[in-house]
């Protein structure tokens, strides 16, 4: 197969991606209003019982509704990740992962560029995400709007990848609920997103391990420090890790030699 | 394309499209294939015949590369499957049972979806969609989303949708399954006049006697062995019996299929 083939059929799978976004109205404004309530009416009513501390990447006193902002991001794309995820389980109900699958190209390069496509569409919500806290008054430097799409990338990959890797376990649309409650929620809860780790760790020591320990923590910080030009190796470091582990752990999944295919593939 | 074009032509069809050679396959404990072997040949309309839980749909996923085959060999268009994944797939085009086509999109952005998987660039991809289309007769219905057509319409274009980068063989896979009748026999029909053609090999499963065609070349699975493969003639004369119900009913030694 060329190189040109190989670029087609990236581009193919990126305009499928974008079309559906496109006819999905509903989806795109469902994400940006999840993220804008946690900043408009949640952040709002926290900010006088939740003193921020100076921390990095900060050099003043914060708002809390500054604080929040990055992780807010950080939900967009972990909200987009299990939604392409949702979609994918969806698409092979439908069976247009089948029409993926059988076409000649190797399967690892078809479900990365499924990956990228998604991640390409959370790029966008994040960015627009952002334009409306800009005008809330949620001001970084200008450079960081440029200095964070890296950041928004790598996260993007990472949680897209772990949609991905769900996508391959969960056998049907119904068990989704479940994703919500036991992927979603605990990550978003137990990460910086909405409150540093030192207040988690004021209250338990446990949890704050857990945190520490999450990817989507070190997503948010990656995020963080990248809106404030500044480059954070050890949250970076971990998040590529995390992508390195769920995505070839994903790619194992789809393999027909032992993957869902096969196990699922009673009927 | 030129004399060495043709020459290479001649060459790749002497292979058949499809050889399918020793190959067996299990769930677990239950034993869904047992040493299955046939080839598809360019010319003909090749049935893959046999009752609902026979093997077909387990068959058709190892030809599709979407279960792996570790017993035995599949060959498309004379590439190994499993080791040439790539050219082997490249040389097939596949009409699933389920429906595959993305309701929202146009049936234009679901054939454009599917050229760039297959590494067309826009310009052939465009000429081969408009060919498609108009052989299927959907052509001036191009813009229309899928979601607006029936359910034989559908399916046309999802036959459109596998012909579109001239594979050597075409599967399909019970592909009247919920079409009512003028269109199912439609679609018998025009993949019929499409293998007799000469330009490719088909491999059409059903549990379908009323869709078989006298000059189709039958090959006749239950409980995952192959019981006969051959013409229609051959079969029943080996049967002794006068209709390809009745040579069911004796090969498969239980009540024939619908």
């Known amino acids: ?267 | 394309m030129g004399r060495g074009g043709q020459a290479m032509t001649l060459v790749k069809n002497s292979t058949p499209a499809l050889t399918v050679k020793d190959v067996s396959y299990a769930y677990g404990q239950k034993h869904a294939l047992d040493h299955v072997s046939f080839s598809v040949e360019t010319g003909h309309c090749n049935i893959l015949l046999g009752p609902n839980g026979a093997g077909k749909t387990t068959l058709f996923s190892l030809i599709t590369g979407l279960f792996d085959c570790p017993e035995g060999s599949i060959h498309i268009a004379g590439n190994n499957l499993r080791h040439n994944t790539s050219k082997a797939l490249a040389e097939l085009g596949t009409v699933f049972q389920q429906p595959t086509l993305d309701l929202d999109l146009s049936i234009r952005q679901n054939l454009q979806y599917h050229a760039a998987l297959y590494g067309m660039g826009k310009k052939a991809a465009s000429l081969r969609i408009d060919a498609e289309l108009e052989r299927q007769n959907i052509l001036e219905r191009s813009e229309e989303k899928v979601r607006q057509l029936n359910g034989g319409h559908r399916r046309r274009v999802e036959i459109a949708r596998a012909l579109l980068h001239k594979p050597r063989l075409l599967l399909l896979d019970e592909p009247t399954v919920g079409l009512d009748v003028p269109s199912r026999s439609s679609i018998v029909n025009h993949v019929h006049q499409l293998a007799a053609s000469g330009e490719i090999a088909v491999l059409w499963t059903t549990h379908l006697i009323d869709e078989i065609q006298p000059n189709d070349q039958l090959i006749i699975i239950d409980a995952g062995t192959i019981k006969a493969q051959g013409s229609i003639d051959a079969i029943q004369a080996d049967t002794e019996t006068d209709s390809i119900g009745a040579a069911f009913s004796v090969l498969t030694r239980r009540g024939g299929p619908t």
Request: glycine content about 8%; charged content about 10%; overall charge positive.
């Open chain 1, 1 to 267: 197969m060329s190189l040109s083939h190989y670029y087609r059929a990236m581009i193919g799978i990126f305009g499928r991606e974008l079309l559906r976004f496109v006819h999905q109205r509903e989806r795109f404004v469902s994400a940006l209003v999840r993220p804008l309530m946690w900043l408009f009416i949640f952040a709002a009513g926290f900010r006088s019982t939740l003193g921020v501390a100076i921390i990095p990447p900060y050099e003043t006193y914060i708002l809390y509704e500054v604080y929040i902002t990055p992780g807010l991001v950080g939900m967009v794309q972990l909200f987009n990740g299990m939604q392409s995820s949702l979609s994918m389980v969806y698409d092979r109900e439908m069976g247009s992962m089948k029409t993926l699958l059988v076409s000649p190209l190797p399967r690892w390069y078809l479900l990365t560029s499924k990956l990228l496509a998604g991640v390409l569409v959370s790029v966008v919500q994040a960015y627009v995400f952002l334009l409306i806290a800009y005008f809330y008054g949620i001001e970084p430097p200008l450079l960081g709007y440029l200095t964070v799409l890296p950041a928004l990338i790598l996260s993007g990959l990472m949680l897209g990848s772990l949609g991905l890797l769900l996508s391959s376990f969960v056998k049907q649309l119904e068990n989704f609920a479940g994703v919500m409650n036991f992927v979603i929620f605990p990550m978003f809860f137990l990460s910086t997103a909405l409150y540093p780790l030192w207040k988690i760790q004021e209250s338990s020591k446990l949890l704050y391990r857990i945190s520490t320990l999450n990817p989507f923590t070190h997503a948010v910080e990656l995020i963080r420090f990248a809106l404030y030009n500044r480059f954070d190796l050890t949250s970076c470091f971990y998040t590529f890790c995390a992508l390195a582990l769920f995505l070839s752990l994903a790619i194992i999944g789809y393999n027909p030699r032992r993957g869902m295919m096969q196990r699922k593939g009673g009927a």
